[in-house]
Structure formats: structure tokens, C-alpha cells
């Protein structure tokens, strides 16, 4: 196991409280953990040594929602959206069948290559979820193949009702067969709660059974419109609630008052041509947010944080250090991995070595300089991968 220094950090971001921000820092690391982190002039020694010439490093970013176990794209939906057409959840049908007829090792690279190019872009820990297999079988497939590959794994057989399936016998389905199926192979369930998916009643179903089985709870919730995803994820204690894009103030003050984090998409948002949701209102009120690619075929076909972040700035009036905290300590927390041994979001000793150098003096960049490719480095689990 090798050490590394990294030096002329001219803007460390930590995310620990107790470090902050630090100017002309270095951190080295040990392994696959953050060793020392602190100001360059009191770092210790290391078997390697890379100088960032005043560069900003910050924690990789956590990309916290995705659904990259598909197959196939859906070109002609996006461009007849960009021409008028509404967006309709229905198309994640097409992206079904596509994933069925798929083979693993189909499905496996291409959910390889998508986290390969998340990394190269400083995407450094990744949720994915299943969810265009909606068969027991291709289900417990999905869930497979995801955790060959991804940092966190989420069930998402509650994403559609199979076209031609009768709604009941379907959640009747989930929560029996296909939790049984899935469940050792994730960490988490969650629930497409939306007019035209599963409703209150289906959803709250579909939770307490993942529940019953050791389960993390997630929702996607209150995308197309106003609805009870916020206030059913908020009751059963979900980790978060996802989208977020049409809430109703007391959805503000329910996110404000519990532990549940709103993770918001503007990707989707801007893809789907809806509206972007109120950070703002959020974070004034004391919710924890979070920012996240919602990579996938259908709604939001990027897996670039950095494009999260840019949007996130002068379009959702989140500062630059509240939206890097939101693609970075916000994902860790909505993954609830931003505490103890091997933490991720954050850059402290025995924290995960998960990092990312920008080609530019400040994070501020990220919004200054839209567009334009920043990531100089990136060290993932102490393995730089760029
Ligand atoms: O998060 N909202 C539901 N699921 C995905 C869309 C998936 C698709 O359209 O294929 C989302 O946007």
C-alpha cells in the first residue's frame, strides 16, 4: 500500500466542519483512505508526491441517483420532447423492453462504461438503481449486475405498472416475489409515487415490505407535479425524496423538520422541460439538499455532475459552495454514507480517498466557467483514475 502527498492546493473543499475551507493545503493519501489533511507547510512525507500548481481539490462528487442498468436510448423521445411534446413516464417502458432483451454482459458494459464516464468527470461514488426490468427475473438481474459495479444499489420494481399487468397484482408482486428475489442484493428500495405510476396507498405498501426486510427507503416523488411523495417519504423516514420539482410549502417545512434529504435533478428538470424545483425555499428553511444526475435513457441522459452544479448556480440560486456541497457531502448524506471509516463527500482523515483536482483556482469556476471540462484529476478509493 502506497502513500501519496498531493501539494499546492491553492482551495481545499473538505466538507468537515472543523477543516473547511483551507487555502495553500495539501492531503495525502494512504491507501485507499485520506490520511492528513491540512495546510501545506505542516504536511508529512509520502512514498508520492503530485504538486496541483494552485489548483482547487475538492471530495469527488456523489451521484446519489441514477438508473444506469439499461439498454438501448431514446433519441426520438428527447427530440420530440425539445419539439413540444410532454414528457411522458410511459417511455421507460420502451427502455424496458430494450434491458429485457438485452444480455448481461450487454448490460453490464454498458453500465460499466456510464460509471467510467461519470469517473473521468470526478463522479467518485454512485447509486443505481433497478427498475427497467419489472419481471422478477429481470428485476433480480438489474440487481446483479448493479452491484458488480455500483457503490449503492436500489429496487426500483415500483417504477411502472408493465404495461397489460393489473396495478394490484403488481405491487402484490413487488412486495412479495421480487423483494424476496432482490433484497440481498440491495441496499435500498424506493418508489416511483406519481400520478400515472404507484400512489400513496401502492407506494406506502411497497416501503413498509422493503422495510420488513432491512431496506433503506427512498421515493422519487413530486416530479411531474404536486402530489404525496414528499409527505409519505418524510413519515416512513425515508433517506430521501427525489426530484422534488413541485412542492407545496408544506412539503418545504416537512423536508425542513426531518432527516430526509431532497435530492434535486435539474438535469431531468431541464430535460423534461419542467420547471427547476426551489432550492432556495429549501435550504432558507433548513432542509438538507442534495444534487444528483438522474442519469438514465429517458428523462436526463447525462451523468455529469459538474453540469448539475453549473445549472444549479445562477438557475436555482444556490451558491457555489452550497451546490458543491449539495453534489458532494449532499449525496453522501442521502446515501448515509458521510459519517465514520471511509465516509465519502467529505475529505478528513479515514475518509474514503475520493477526490477530484479542478483545472481552475476555485470551485467557483464550476459556475463562472459553464461548459467548459474542469476536471484536471481524479483519485477514487486512492486509485487515480484520471
Ligand atoms: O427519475 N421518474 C421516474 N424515473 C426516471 C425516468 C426514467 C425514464 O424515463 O426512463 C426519472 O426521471
Known amino acids: ?80 420532447r425539445m419539439s413540444g411534446q410532454p414528457y411522458q413516464a410511459g417511455g421507460i417502458a420502451v427502455t424496458v423492453n430494450a434491458t429485457r432483451q438485452a444480455t448481461d454482459a450487454e448490460l453490464a458494459d454498458n453500465l460499466r462504461r456510464h460509471v467510467e464516464e461519470a469517473a473521468a468527470q470526478g463522479t467518485t461514488c454512485v447509486e443505481t438503481k433497478t427498475g427497467y426490468g419489472l419481471t422478477v427475473e429481470d428485476e433480480l438481474r438489474a ?46 428500495c424506493d418508489v416511483f409515487c406519481e400520478e400515472g405510476a404507484f400512489d400513496a396507498d401502492q407506494s406506502r405498501r411497497v ?38 420539482t413541485h412542492l407545496e410549502p408544506s412539503d418545504v417545512d416537512a423536508l425542513a423538520a426531518s432527516d430526509t434529504v431532497a435530492t434535486l435533478l435539474p438535469a431531468c428538470d431541464l430535460s423534461t422541460r419542467q420547471p427547476l424545483p426551489d432550492a432556495r425555499a429549501l435550504l432558507d428553511a433548513g432542509a ?19 453540469y448539475c452544479v453549473t445549472t444549479a448556480v445562477p438557475q436555482m440560486r444556490m451558491s457555489v459552495a452550497e451546490a458543491i456541497r449539495a453534489a458532494t457531502w449532499g449525496g453522501a448524506r442521502a446515501l448515509r454514507r458521510d459519517t465514520g471509516d471511509g465516509a465519502v463527500g467529505v475529505l478528513r482523515p479515514g475518509a474514503r480517498a475520493d477526490l477530484q483536482v479542478l483545472d481552475a483556482p476555485s470551485t467557483t469556476w464550476l459556475a463562472y466557467r459553464p461548459g467548459v471540462p474542469l476536471t484536471r484529476a481524479v483519485w477514487r478509493e486512492g486509485d487515480r483514475v484520471r
Open 143 to 188: 440487481a446483479k449486475i448493479a452491484a458488480t459495479v455500483a457503490d449503492e444499489v436500489t429496487f426500483l420494481g415500483a417504477h411502472l405498472v408493465p404495461p397489460g399487468t393489473d396495478a394490484t397484482d403488481y405491487v402484490d408482486l413487488v412486495c412479495g416475489e421480487m423483494l424476496d428475489a432482490v433484497a440481498e442484493h440491495v441496499g435500498w
Open 207 to 244: 416501503l413498509e415490505a422493503a422495510r420488513r426486510r432491512g431496506l433503506g427507503l427512498r421515493v422519487h416523488g413530486n416530479q411531474l407535479g404536486p402530489g404525496p411523495g414528499v409527505a409519505l417519504a418524510v413519515e416512513l423516514g425515508a433517506a430521501s425524496v427525489d426530484h422534488c
Open 288 to 306: 438538507t439538499v442534495a444534487l444528483a444526475s438522474n442519469c438514465n435513457p429517458g428523462s436526463s441522459y447525462t451523468s455529469s455532475m459538474a
Open 1 to 80: 500500500m502506497s502513500s501519496t502527498v498531493i501539494t499546492g492546493i491553492g482551495e481545499l473543499t473538505t466538507n468537515d466542519d472543523a477543516l473547511g475551507t483551507i487555502a495553500d493545503a495539501a492531503v495525502v493519501i494512504d491507501g485507499d483512505r485520506v490520511a492528513w489533511v491540512g495546510p501545506a507547510g505542516s504536511a508529512p512525507d509520502a512514498d508520492e508526491h503530485v504538486d496541483v500548481e494552485g489548483r482547487a481539490v475538492l471530495p469527488g462528487w456523489v451521484d446519489s441517483h441514477t438508473h444506469l442498468v439499461f439498454a438501448g436510448d431514446r433519441t426520438a423521445e428527447f427530440a420530440a
